[in-house]
């Protein structure tokens, strides 16, 4: 009879266990890694646009050569980082969002400097190119929203209780977000 009660009161923890937490923290985790995929392609994207962008400027004989090797020097930095879905430490997803903030930066110079190349407004193929990455950029910020929204379950799931003590035993850590830019809290100046 004790055996039969031991053997129940063991079923009974096994299954509050998994229901309460493994799962559900198995569950929250892979959604956090498929959002984390979204992320990557969009960025990916944007990547894959920045050769044929480059070509197209390189056209303007009088383009600035040392903008055009920021661009291609960031792209390479941004590429070269990357982080499995199981290492989304706070950490690494800093050093992944400063490669790509940095891109981000480089090629928004070189937008602003192409500006002032007629010639190179006046083309359709680097019109075209503009605003592919422009709505790139616009993917990007929706996935990088949905992957915070993920890590926000996921993170909030492991820390509640009972769960806390599941996510202890089975090595459920938390994983980091995306945050804005240094300095986009403060409004451009605007001078006429």
């Known amino acids: 009879m004790k055996k039969v009660i031991s053997y129940i009161l063991v079923l009974i923890a096994a299954a509050s266990l998994s229901s309460c937490g493994y799962n559900g923290g198995v569950e929250r985790q892979e959604r956090v890694s ?11 994207r944007r990547a894959d646009l920045i050769p044929n962008i480059v070509a197209s400027v390189k056209g303007e004989a009088k383009f ?55 010639t190179l407004q006046a083309n359709q193929g680097f019109r075209d190119l503009r605003v592919t990455l422009e709505g790139t950029e616009n993917r990007i910020s929706v996935e990088r929203k949905n992957f915070n929204d993920a890590v926000m379950d996921y993170n909030s799931f492991i820390r509640k209780f009972p769960n806390n003590m599941t996510a202890g ?6 994983h980091g977000y995306f945050t804005a830019q240094a300095g986009s809290d403060k409004a451009p100046k605007v001078e006429f």
Do not use: C, H
């Open 169 to 174: 035993m089975f090595g459920f850590t938390p």
């Open 64 to 118: 600035e050569q040392s903008t055009l090797t920021a661009v291609i020097e960031a792209r390479a930095k941004a590429t070269a980082v990357t982080i499995k879905g199981d290492q989304l430490t706070p950490e690494n997803v800093q050093k992944y969002q400063a490669a790509q903030d940095n891109l981000s930066s480089t090629l928004s110079r070189l937008m602003v400097v192409s500006e002032q190349y007629p």
């Open 34 to 44: 498929q959002a984390w995929s979204q992320v990557e392609n969009v960025y990916q």
